[in-house]
Structures are given as C-alpha cells and as structure tokens.
C-alpha cells in the first residue's frame, strides 16, 4: 500500500544517514525519521511523500534499540544545538566514519584509500569555546511550560526551533558550554527582561537587544562577552557591562557589536570595546592567538590541536618546502607548519581575518608566512610557481570549481584537504582524482552529541 501524507506507519530504523537522521524501509520505500537511532523500532506519521522517499516524524518509541540513552539535556527534544545526546558516544563514533567512507565512495567515487577511526573529543559537553544566543519576541513555549501556563511568550533568550528563524527556546544553560557561561547567560537575561527596552524581533524587525555572544579562552580561562545590539544607546550597554564585570572576574573582555542591518548574523557594522581588551587570547599547542569578537576559530580547543598535529603528520614538511594556504582565516593552520616550512602564503577573502593572521605571526615570533586578503579564485589565479604542499580549509561549501580548477593548473605536489562537510568533500574529491589519489583520511570529533564531522584528507599528485 502506497504511503500518504498523515499515516501512522511502524518502522525499525535500519541506519544512520549524514544529517543525522535515520533511515527505515517500508514496501521498498525510504523512509527518513530524525531523533532515532538504528535498532529503534517506532511508531511515526508520515509528513512528507515523494516519488522515491518519505520522511516522518517520531510518535513513539516502541522498542528503544540499545544504543538509545536518555538525554541528559531538558531541551534536547526541541533544540537543534546537538541533536544527538540520546546516542551513546561510541556509537556516534562509529556513524560518523561510516559518513565519511560512504560519501567518498558514492559521490567521490573512490574506494581505495586508509580511513583512520575518529579521534574521539576529549569532552563531549562543556567543549565549546564560543556559543552564540538569540534574543526574540517570539519564544517557543515547550510543553512543559504550556502545561503549566508560565513563560513569558514575548521574550526569549536562547537557541532557535529547527526549521524556523524567528522562533527561539528560551534556556537557561546550554551543557555544551562551561558553566560559567551559562552563568554569565542568566545574568544578561536577567538584566534584559528588567530593563524595559525591548528584544529585537526577527519578523518585525524593531527592538533593541539582538544577540548575546560568549567566547571562553581554554588555556587562560577568560571569557569575552559580544552584546549584540540594533543600534547604539551606552547607557544600557554600560551598565550591564558594569554588572557582568563586577560579578564575573573571569570576563576579560567586554564588546558591542552594532548591527542595524535585517540580517541574521551577529556581525556588527561597528564595534565597541565597553571594557577590558578588544581580544581574549588562546592557545593550541605551543603557540597562541589573539581571539576577536568576529574572528574564526576552531570552536573545540583541545580537539583543534589534534587536527593541526593531524594536518601537520600529514605534511611530512622537511623545512624546506613552500606552502600554499588557502582559506587560511586567522592563520592557525599555518602558523602551527611554520616551523617546519620554508615558506607560507595564506590566503583568504576576510580582511579581519588576515589582520588577525598577520598579528598572530607576530605574537608567536613567525618570519616566514605571509598573508594575503583577497577572494581565493581570483587570487589563486595570479599564482605561477607550484607550491610543494597546498593546505585547503574550506568553507562547509566547499572549494568553488574554478579554485579547483586553479589547483589543477598549479599541480602541487600534495594536498591536505580539511574538511567539515564529508559530502562536499567527496564531490571536491570527485572533480580532483584524475590527477591526485586519496591516500588516508583523518576524522576527528569536534562536535560531540551531533552529526558534524571534521577530517583531513592527504592526496598525492599522480605521477
């Protein structure tokens, strides 16, 4: 019998698939449900048919399957954050190199290569070192607080609804964060809810306060707290930068960006320090870098240090190489291969980004690489002499075909390929393989309790 929109249908999900959703069959027909796990067997309700596929939506949970925990998050149902703290972790682990090693093989179209079991977090909460929260007047009520008639429908500070824009879960603490940052969250939304000036809303477009942003420095243990507002007023701003930095000693830095663009980014046009310095400093292995409020960093610390020693392995350098780096951002990569290169050229289309790279050489006493602003395709066109290594860290979109193109043209003699989306990845692959091999991947869990998964990829030019 055909499936129709608005069935009730039992299914055993069979697997996992890259988004994280599961997949079951029923008459031959795939059938996608988020929140399940493979071995579940459910009862769910058909919300969307098509030709080839269906997708559900969980009613009920007949027989768990055992890798199934209980989630230790109050949100966990609701929030898109980290949809997957009901998974036991090693099981996680094993997902997410199945994601990698079938993604290259059907859409990288390549099967004869190492792949490395996951390095596995070293935490799988608390490992966040920048969260970013939304400020609404539209808060999504969970059930609870329908049953007992509470919240405050035109407030909210927290993180969205899946699916939605302007509707936000009003939390007051995020396990993937310390807890003093859930700590510095509760005291800014105290402040907000009392100061009468209203929360920006995402459809109307009017209000004041927009975004609240934490970043926390791991090695030094300071906080830098980003108040995102819609326009420029100092006396709110002020004052709740006074109270924060008279309750907290571990904020080190204290700024707000102005943003009065509709967009949905925490981006400010300008940027003001309200107290402390305009940076907190970090560190992965032995080097360390000036963190602004803007400014790309690897959002799990520890784990970014095994990935740069994983890129850095892959490399083989002999200090005597030059080195190709695009979409540097603040550099980290190449100044953690400069001791072992002769000479580094970043490149990436951030003019922040670079001013941080720039700086971060200087604070870590680096002579040897250079940084270049620009977009990469019309840079990378410029270039004549082939580079030993090319290093490639691109956006979740992956390398556009004409930066691929370029790669082509130069034909360095090995690429390490960083990469947080194994789907593009493997097309990227796909389009590089007549003229390199795939030789091993490196996956490494950078975001525990989700779907994400980084790897580093060395390829070989074919001879």
């Not at 008459?27 to 459910?42: E, H, L, Y």
């Not at 300071?222 to 924060?244: C, F, G, H, K, Y």
Request: proline share 4%; hydrophobic share 40%; with cysteine.
């Amino acid at each position: 019998m055909d499936i129709r929109k608005g069935d009730t249908i039992e299914l055993t999900v069979e697997k996992v698939v890259y988004g994280g959703r599961g997949l079951a069959h029923l008459k031959k027909q795939a059938i996608f449900v988020a929140n399940t796990v493979p071995g579940d067997r459910i009862n769910a309700k058909a919300v969307r048919v098509k030709k080839n596929f269906a997708e559900a939506r969980v009613l009920e949970v007949i027989e768990p399957s055992p890798d199934r925990i209980i989630a230790p998050c109050p949100y966990s149902d609701y929030c898109g954050g980290c949809n997957w703290q009901f998974i036991e972790y090693e099981k996680q682990l094993e997902y997410k190199q199945s994601f990698v090693r079938d993604l290259l093989n059907h859409i990288g179209k390549v099967t004869d290569f190492q792949i490395h079991h996951v390095l596995p977090s070293h935490q799988i909460f608390g490992y966040r070192n920048k969260m970013e929260f939304s400020f609404s007047d539209k808060r999504w009520l969970l059930p609870k607080e329908m049953d007992e008639k509470r919240g405050n429908k035109n407030f909210a500070l927290g993180l969205h609804v899946p699916g939605t824009f302007d509707k936000i879960i009003d939390i007051n603490g995020c396990l993937l964060q310390k807890e003093k940052g859930n700590e510095i969250l509760r005291e800014v939304k105290r402040f907000v809810a009392d100061s009468g000036i209203p929360v920006y809303g995402l459809r109307s477009h009017q209000g004041f306060w927009r975004y609240l942003m934490l970043r926390h420095s791991y090695a030094f243990n300071e906080w830098m707290v980003n108040i995102v507002t819609s326009e420029q007023r100092d006396p709110p701003v002020q004052t709740l930068a006074s109270i924060l930095k008279g309750q907290f000693k571990e904020i080190a830095s204290i700024v707000n960006n102005i943003n009065t663009r509709k967009g949905g980014t925490a981006v400010g046009e300008q940027e003001r320090i309200l107290t402390g310095e305009r940076n907190i400093r970090d560190k992965i292995g032995s080097f360390t870098f000036e963190i602004s409020a803007n400014s790309f960093f690897q959002t799990n610390t520890p784990m970014a240090e095994r990935l740069y020693q994983s890129v850095k392995d892959f490399a083989s350098l002999t200090e005597k190489e030059t080195v190709l780096d695009l979409y540097c951002g603040t550099g980290t990569v190449s100044i953690f291969l400069a001791p072992q290169a002769l000479r580094i050229i970043g490149v990436d289309i951030s003019d922040n980004a670079i001013a941080d790279a720039k700086r971060n050489c200087l604070l870590n006493g680096i002579d040897n690489c250079e940084f270049l602003s620009g977009d990469v395709r019309m840079l990378l066109s410029q270039f004549n002499s082939k580079p030993d290594l090319l290093v490639t860290d691109p956006p979740r979109t992956g390398m556009h075909r004409k930066v691929i193109e370029q790669i082509l043209r130069l034909l360095p003699d090995r690429i390490i390929y960083i990469s947080c989306n194994p789907a593009t990845l493997a097309r990227d692959i796909a389009l590089l393989k007549d003229r390199y091999k795939l030789e091993e991947v490196q996956p490494i869990d950078l975001f525990p309790n989700t779907y994400h998964i980084e790897s580093v990829v060395r390829l070989e030019r074919v001879q």
